[in-house]
């Protein structure tokens, strides 16, 4: 939904409903369109991460779709990446890859925005260095059309980046206690809508935004592609598509995270979105996980509206079965089950909000 030039991905990912869904909402908050998914079982394959047969396959695809890239949906290696790329003619972007084009997307401050680079350095080390070491061997004359001496430069540039970008982290989180009181001074009460990729955030935050759009200008403005403002009971709200929860997060952008999503502690009412079609374990480990990530953000529970979503696909029988095996209410007292989709309970989630906000 955010405008971008959208470019046309064919996507690589596991067989099962989770890992395309959620490989989906991925290379959506990238920007990019899928407009086919190729799923196998096994996708860590030595030379192209998935077979030669299935590889063959992904070329023809492209070639037929007219796609402008392939979006491969694992960790690969640059050799991997390489070599599917050559084969089918486009860009591959990796799971590393699409997580780091996100949060370079997302980062709103200056901390953020150096995790980030950080983050991003680390990925480049690992290609270089193999580049390096492909040089060496020259067993791809021509690959990358790097020497080694260039590499070596590269390398060196990349040290001293790195470097460089720590100090400044050092110097941005002194500042952090200072932006947190300027951000708070413009008043307006913050949403902030979080919980895993794929689990209905920015769907609901389309209908929560565009629901009560008014034609004023000055009243409703949007503020970044991410932020909007709203008006809920008379009152003037911002509401916020953070940016989520990722599974399987390389261990190394793991601060690149906290600090893109440290926005969350700027805002008066947390909306923890979880998908309640899932099955009861897959619910139970990502609430749980979620209530760990809010905790090391230092946000307190009292804040967050628990939302069930997607309960258009839920038996009714099911969610009472559902909701007493997680004993969800132990941990979140504001809780609501609604669909994003269909519009369900919005009214009633919409109360909660504004009673949340009164408390501030
Ligand atoms: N059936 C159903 N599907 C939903 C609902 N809310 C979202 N979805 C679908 O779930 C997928 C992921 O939604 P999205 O809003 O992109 O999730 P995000 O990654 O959390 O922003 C999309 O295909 C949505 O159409 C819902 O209430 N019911
Ligand atoms: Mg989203």
Do not use: W
Request: charged share 30%; proline share 2%.
């Amino acid at each position: 939904m955010y405008a971008k030039d959208r470019k046309r991905a064919i996507l690589v990912t596991y067989p099962t409903k989770f890992a395309m869904s959620e490989a989906v909402s991925l290379a959506e908050s990238a920007g990019y369109e899928v407009i086919r998914i190729i799923s196998q079982k096994d996708i860590t394959r030595s030379k192209f991460g998935i077979g030669k047969g299935k590889a063959e396959e992904v070329k023809q695809l492209v070639s037929d779709l007219n796609a402008d890239l392939i979006i491969f949906d694992e960790i690969l290696k640059p050799s991997q990446q390489y070599n599917l790329a050559r084969l089918c003619k486009v860009d591959v972007v990796d799971r590393e890859k699409l997580i780091l084009e996100i949060f370079l997307d997302r980062a709103t401050t200056n901390e953020s925005k150096i995790q980030v680079k950080l983050a991003q350095l680390k990925y480049d080390i690992v290609r270089v260095k193999e580049k390096t070491r492909l040089a060496k061997l020259g067993e791809q004359p021509g690959f990358y059309g790097l020497g080694k001496y260039d590499a070596d430069i590269r390398l060196l540039d990349i040290k001293r980046r790195t470097t460089l970008l720590k100090k400044k982290l050092k110097s941005e989180e002194r500042k952090r206690a200072l932006h947190r009181v300027q951000r708070l001074s413009n008043n307006l009460p913050l949403i902030a809508l979080t919980g895993y990729t794929s689990a209905g955030k920015t769907t609901l935050f389309n209908l929560l935004a565009d629901e009560k759009k008014v034609t004023s200008e000055s009243v409703f403005t949007t503020l970044t592609t991410y932020t909007r403002s709203l008006i809920l009971n008379d009152r003037k709200v911002l509401i916020s598509d953070t940016i989520g929860f990722i599974s399987r997060l390389p261990p190394y952008m793991i601060e690149a995270f906290k600090s893109t999503l440290s926005e969350l502690n700027y805002a008066d009412v947390i909306i923890l979105v979880i998908d309640f079609s899932e099955d009861i374990h897959a619910i139970g480990k990502k609430l749980k996980s979620s209530l760990e990530i809010l905790s090391k953000l230092e946000i307190p529970l009292n804040k967050c509206i628990l939302v069930l979503n997607k309960i258009d696909r839920v038996k009714n029988n099911e969610i009472n079965d559902k909701l007493n095996d997680l004993d969800i209410t132990k941990s979140m007292t504001q809780v609501v089950s609604v669909s994003a989709e269909f519009g369900y309970n919005i009214l009633m989630l919409k109360e909660m909000i504004i009673e949340r906000i009164k408390q501030t």
